[in-house]
């Protein structure tokens, strides 16, 4: 039953359709789009394309109609029952609002001798802003400190044991990631609220669970979640920051009040719709077994070094799920080089340093191939890049 879920939903994807001598393992860094948002785009376009929140004709009136029932259906997508324009606010992605969050949000409330503990080892967008907004203040004579969140690559979670340690009376704020983006854990939110406390803020990067894994606001207590449309099977450019505002000021980005991504925040509404429709519990489901055949499997080639989530749940009760995202190195061949041989099989896949923070771009031994699967995926592809890498030895 659910193989012919998982094949009526393949289907659905034009691009996957149109090459069926290509696997396209790279949803981590963009996701394919479904028919039903590729016709939303269209229809959008060709029948009442206008700006939004200006003009008072019928397609100007629908636009503007339309992206409000987005934001409603962002927060519900979310597990907030009652989002408005104080909770759901419209961004290019999860690199401009983490930004926002950083330098309009954050920094201004901060004083000399505050602590913030940010992640060290995730996604750059999750590093870099949290940096900026140090050093604007720095200028300004204000020294906070910096600290990072202790990632333990055995259990794919934060090292909970040690954040103890690095909370205290100054810590004013928490940046974290939701599913990681290299190693693929589902990080343990609630762990982290219980370390750091009911009064810390904590922003979580939501760029790799949101549309991959069930998201319920009502049962993560963060502050701020961020993630990307493009990563969500919509349209580049459009995003969403949520904000809580229980804790702090009031969220107000400044810096975008032109033309929204009118055509991107329609597709965006469809594409959430459609993975509701889906069922994104069985899509989690389904990509998280598709990451245990591979990683199984390739533990059992010695050639092979499998990153992160080391522990299986069964050895080790603190040890959290690894979603659909496996990454590792070929012990002898460089990471593009085994790229190279990937794609000329038919394997899309990213090979490189994959924007992990801390990352030497000049450093072969931390570059990573990494397979991230979406509901199109299948056994068959896995087995059959499987087959390619035991040729290599
Ligand atoms: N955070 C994480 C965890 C990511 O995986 C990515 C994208 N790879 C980003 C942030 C940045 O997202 P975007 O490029 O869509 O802004």
Redesign the pocket.
């Known amino acids: 039953r659910l193989a012919s879920w998982q094949r009526e939903l393949r289907e659905q994807f034009p691009i996957v359709a149109a090459h069926p001598e290509l696997a396209y393992l790279d949803s981590?860094?963009t996701a394919q789009k479904p028919r039903a948002v590729l016709d939303a785009v269209q229809e959008y376009l060709v029948t009442r394309n206008a700006n939004a929140g200006r003009g008072t004709y019928p397609w100007a009136n629908a636009t503007t109609a339309a992206l409000e029932r987005v934001r409603e259906r962002v927060g519900a997508f979310l597990g907030d029952p009652a989002p408005d324009r104080s909770s759901v606010h419209f961004v290019?992605?999860?690199?401009?609002g983490?930004r926002a969050v950083a330098l309009d949000w954050l920094a201004p409330q901060l004083a000399d001798g505050d602590e913030i503990l940010v992640p060290f080892a995730?996604?750059e967008?999750?590093l870099v802003p949290w940096r900026e907004a140090a050093e604007r203040l720095a200028r300004a004579g204000v020294e906070i400190v910096v600290r990072g969140l202790p990632y333990q690559e055995g259990s794919g979670d934060y090292d909970h044991r040690a954040l103890p340690g690095l909370v205290g009376p100054r810590t004013r704020f928490v940046a974290a990631?939701h599913?990681?983006?290299v190693l693929g854990g589902d990080m343990n939110v609630h762990r982290l609220r219980e370390a750091v406390g009911p009064d810390v803020p904590i922003c979580l990067?939501a760029?790799?669970s949101v549309g991959h894994v069930p998201v319920d606001l009502g049962r993560l207590d963060v502050d701020f979640l961020v993630f990307?449309g493009?990563?969500a099977l919509a349209l580049?450019g459009t995003?969403a920051v949520w904000a809580r505002q229980s804790r702090g000021p009031a969220f107000r980005p400044g810096g975008w009040s032109g033309t929204p991504n009118t055509v991107g925040l329609v597709s965006l509404g469809v594409a959430l719709d459609w993975l509701a429709a889906a069922d994104v519990g069985r899509i989690e489901r389904w990509t998280t077994a598709l990451a245990a055949r591979l990683t199984d499997r390739l533990r059992r080639l010695p050639q092979y070094e499998v990153l992160g989530c080391q522990l299986s749940l069964a050895a080790d009760a603190t040890a959290q799920p690894r979603r659909g995202i496996v990454s590792f190195r070929h012990r002898g061949l460089g990471s593009d080089d085994l790229g190279f041989v990937l794609h000329s099989h038919g394997f899309l896949v990213r090979a490189d340093s994959l924007?992990r923070a801390g990352a030497r771009a000049d450093d072969a031994r931390d570059g990573a191939v990494r397979v991230s699967l979406h509901v199109h995926n299948t056994p068959e592809e896995i087995d059959g890049l499987l087959a390619v890498l035991d040729t290599l030895d």
Do not use: F, I, Y
Request: proline letters at 4%; charged letters at 15%.
């Open positions: 981590a860094s290019s992605g999860t690199t401009e983490l995730d996604h967008a999750n990631t599913v990681h983006h990067d760029a790799q990307s493009h990563k580049p995003g924007c």
